[in-house]
């Protein structure tokens, strides 16, 4: 890690309303700068009353007053999600936020066989994250996706690749310095593409999670509780 570090970002996925397990990871990290988050907030399966969870989720986050953006996951719905992340500010779904050292932008849900709540069409992801790199105009650029590229450490499970080809294509074509992944809960793991720094910090359900460093150089790091 580089002397002149400016800019601690707490990386988290697929929380699945485990609010235990968030609480005990902002503490450990409480010197963080900001948090990122690639979705499963809550979970529509896991919580008969999925805004509910939602919120205690969020809230947990807002008492840090510490800039947070999320996006939806696949078990989120998508509609009460944004709604309930757009009431905190704290919405990355199809959209841009700027921070001091880099500029972020997002999109959540994911695909499944399993015909979860929100799973967008794979061109859906790549046309609105493609429109929205245009405006992006920071020289660090961040991606958070739930739905991870295809064919890298990052998206394994039962030995099979299970990510998507066309974020694959669209990551390979673009100039972004970091991607934030999530979604498959077995490989957290930390790879690259061309040039681009690729993780999935694994799932905070779990007690996992990511750090990156980020001044003139973006450093990141996987860790657990």
Do not use: W
Request: proline fraction near 4%; charged fraction near 30%; hydrophobic fraction near 35%.
């Amino acid at each position: 890690m580089s002397n002149n570090i400016s800019m601690k970002v707490l990386l988290l996925t697929d929380i699945h309303g485990n609010i235990e397990k968030l609480d005990r990871i902002i503490h450990k990290e409480d010197d963080f700068d900001v948090a990122l988050c690639a979705g499963d907030i809550s979970d529509a399966k896991r919580f008969d009353d999925y805004e509910k969870r939602l919120k205690r989720v969020l809230k947990v986050f807002d008492k840090q007053r510490k800039l947070t953006k999320l996006v939806p996951g696949n078990m989120d719905k998508e509609e009460v999600c944004i709604e309930n992340l757009i009431d905190f500010r704290m919405n990355l779904h199809k959209n841009i936020c700027s921070f001091d050292e880099f500029e972020a932008v997002g999109f959540g849900g994911g695909q499944t066989p399993f015909g979860t709540p929100f799973e967008p069409e794979e061109q859906e992801i790549v046309d609105t994250i493609e429109t929205l790199y245009q405006r992006m105009k920071d020289d660090k650029k961040v991606a958070v996706l739930h739905n991870p590229p295809h064919g890298y450490n990052v998206d394994i499970t039962n030995g099979e690749h299970v990510g998507s080809k066309k974020i694959t294509k669209m990551l390979e074509e673009k100039d972004f310095d970091l991607v934030v992944t999530g979604h498959i809960h077995e490989c957290p793991g930390i790879d690259d593409i061309e040039g681009t720094k690729l993780i999935n910090p694994g799932a905070t359900d779990n007690g996992r999670y990511g750090i990156a460093y980020i001044n003139d150089e973006i450093e990141v790091e996987l860790k657990s509780l």
